[in-house]
């Protein structure tokens, strides 16, 4: 047997990365041809291709196509072991996580868990809302969708049946603008063909946004065009409006608006998936400090990136964005230092983040790119978008189904993907699974 | 305006249908340009393909692939309305049935409810098994699946390991048969790559059946066929064998065989789902009994059809066989019948079932086909049983992402569609949803 180029006499280092979102495969594949072993935990199976949970909400994507198993992601990847497990605890003097399964030692760590939705304490808002951080979340919001207009359908008083009708999207970033974009759709292409008798104006699709302004993360090109196109597709779009309370039948609005509305889907905000167990000085405003290697501020072997890295620094002094080419770009950079350290060298490179520009859809034609020498919108922009999204889906399958569906909603102006699969009174408990 | 071709004079009747299995759907086609008003009800928002939902549950389609809304079946037939609601109770004398949702009258009720999974009384055994006739309980069972394996890789103790790794399927029927093939082309095809350190070997595949063959409504050239397609790909097949008891840990048979094994998957037996209100007379053994016209016994306006309908007659002294042909064209023959009461004739026809024929898949490339002139297995026979499959799917989108899916499984040897979406400890709890 011909040994590999590695040098297997050194003693083998044991990598944990805690999640499997971008930045965590990017880092675990980058790591393939080293002697490193390496432990992937997820609580999933599968990675899960965020930016597209909007589409299976809305029917036009099926679950299956927008999750990846991590056992086929990593197929053939002879050091690396995955494990399906919830972390609960860091324990950094002895080296190891503790788990719901049980212990797991390290000689490096890395904490790439993400981000969730952040209700900023608002309990009630959180056991009423619809987040949509995942797939199972996703697929309650579909249910919930489809669910509402069945009941309108039996429902004979107007005024009862428009709470049912009425679809609340809070939170103007990309993920409320691309929501309330599908949802507008629906009301456009489906309702009239699919729900006689119900008027499809009698179905408001509503977004609701505190700052003064959509796609904050944006160019003001963008989120200007974003609101055009979307009033164009019917959806009121409300600024500088905050929610103060929900209660899964009345939105009161700071501003002494009342709303009824039996759907509000919170898109208003994140927040890092931190976990217990670090000093005090390693996490702030939910995200774990890290220096500029991406080392956690009190640790040595302990590492952060993605959404819950907070790397601040004179020109990112809230942080990075919560976006996945941040994950990726701090995984690829992560994977180059610590073969160094596996070697011990101590050059290590500082993160620097290449911002290539963002973007987001609204509707069918339609979506707004950022770049940085250029900004534009509609058509073009959407076919960007697409191909895109396509070439970032894992798996060939998926990507494959995805251009079929995406060209059959396209051309037939459908969402065939209706099923209710998980029933109305059970999606508030359901929610979190 | 021109007046449509019907009468328009005539009183409209009320036409309602329960169930939107093959046979419901089949009828409500067919009565689609009649002046009859139609409601179809039914407890899910769409269709089921039932003979592909083993696929689902072994991670080879999409749930979405073989479900499709009854609104979009419907879309553009003007006379039907669709109900989503569970009916309670039947009371004929005022001619109205009483659903989750309120009464609804009718002047022809047809039932067309299907069958349910027949535990023959044990209740612990219904607790534990895992069914598989509808997609929410295909869902569960992928999940469940996959969790014994993810459990299964954290687990030292070789015997605990394997009654994880344990799949027994009870009932050698078409059902029985093609989830045990699937079982074992997922030990085969799938395991040895994904799951490294677990030996392939350690999982085991059993079929149980309490007749002394396989596919008892198929020939006797099937059911040797299908035994020996299943040994060749491993499954264990035991016949004669009866299972006494099933906690959920350890299986009973009534030879004194004792089984350790977390999952049972159960396809033993169905029974007609019946609807109570009706006198003692209309059913018999789970089944409306009906004259030869599909009428219940006792009843004028009422019909069955499909599953739930049971039409003794001499070639058929135990009823026609539950499967989708026969519901198929009970649909047929009542829409016939129902246009000529609507008009007034009386000269009904009755029920005569052609028998096309049935077939079942064992694994890629094998299946049995039994036609009245030729029975044959094999590859061809594997093509038939796809192209058919393919065919009676509705819904275009759903036939091309089948197709695909299938396409790729076959030349990939993948199983893609492997997202736990539903957790471990709530599987048995979730069943009924």
Same mark, same amino acid.
């Given at each position: 047997m011909i040994q590999s180029t590695n040098n297997s006499k050194e003693i083998q280092k044991h990598l944990v990365i805690v999640g499997g979102g971008f930045g965590g495969i990017e880092l675990a594949k980058r790591l393939r041809k080293t002697n490193l072993r390496i432990t992937l935990i997820d609580r999933n199976n599968y990675h899960t291709f965020q930016p597209l949970l909007y589409q299976v909400a809305s029917g036009g994507l099926g679950a299956d196509s927008i999750g990846y198993p991590f056992r086929m992601i990593f197929r053939g990847q002879k050091n690396l072991n995955f494990l399906m497990t919830e972390v609960q605890e860091i324990d950094s003097a002895s080296k190891q996580i503790l788990t719901s399964t049980g212990p797991v030692t390290y000689d490096f760590?890395?904490? !790439?868990?993400?981000?969730?939705?952040?209700? +900023?304490?608002?309990?009630?808002?959180?056991? =009423? !809302?619809?987040?949509?951080?995942? &797939?199972?979340?996703a697929l309650n919001l579909r249910s919930d969708l489809l669910q509402e207009f069945e009941l309108a359908m039996r429902i004979d008083d107007p005024k009862l049946r428009q709470q049912h009708l009425s679809f609340v999207v809070v939170g103007g970033g990309p993920t409320g603008v691309e929501t309330a974009g599908a949802l507008a759709e629906f009301k456009k292409f489906v309702v009239p063909h699919d729900y006689p008798g119900l008027n499809a104006s009698e179905m408001e699709v509503r977004l609701v946004e505190a700052a003064p302004r959509l796609l904050n993360g944006m160019s003001e090109h963008a989120g200007n065009k974003a609101i055009k196109y979307l009033n164009e597709l019917g959806?009121?779009?409300?600024?500088?409006?905050?929610?103060? =309370?929900?209660?899964?039948?009345? &939105?009161? +609005?700071?501003?002494?608006?009342?709303?009824?509305?039996?759907?509000? &889907?919170?898109? !208003?905000?994140?927040?890092?998936?931190? &976990?217990?167990?670090?000093?005090?000085?390693?996490?702030?405003?939910?995200? +774990?400090?890290?220096?500029?290697?991406?080392?956690?501020?009190g640790e040595e072997d302990i590492f952060a990136i993605g959404d819950v890295a907070g790397l601040i620094s004179?020109?990112?002094?809230?942080? =990075?964005?919560?976006?996945?080419?941040?994950?990726?770009?701090q995984g690829e950079l992560l994977a180059r230092n610590i073969k160094k350290l596996v070697l011990g060298k101590n050059n290590l490179e500082p993160f620097?983040?290449?911002d290539m520009g963002s973007m987001a859809t609204v509707g069918r034609n339609r979506a707004v790119v950022d770049l940085s020498f250029w900004k534009f919108g509609g058509f073009l922009a959407w076919l960007v978008w697409m191909f895109l999204h396509l070439m970032l889906l894992v798996g060939f399958r998926n990507r494959l189904v995805v251009f079929i569906d995406w060209m059959w909603n396209y051309f037939s102006y459908e969402r065939a993907l209706r099923l209710i699969v998980r029933k109305y009174e059970e999606s508030p408990i359901d929610k979190a699974t």
């Open positions: 760590l890395v904490l !790439a868990t993400g981000s969730t939705t952040n209700y +900023f304490g608002n309990k009630l808002l959180e056991k =009423h !809302a619809m987040p949509l951080k995942s &797939i199972p979340e959806v009121n779009v409300s600024l500088n409006k905050i929610v103060k =309370h929900y209660d899964g039948e009345l &939105i009161q +609005f700071e501003d002494g608006e009342e709303l009824k509305c039996k759907t509000l &889907i919170w898109s !208003a905000g994140v927040r890092g998936q931190t &976990i217990e167990g670090l000093g005090p000085e390693s996490v702030e405003r939910s995200r +774990f400090q890290t220096d500029e290697y991406l080392r956690v501020k004179a020109e990112n002094p809230k942080g =990075h964005p919560m976006v996945a080419p941040v994950a990726v770009q620097k983040y290449k």
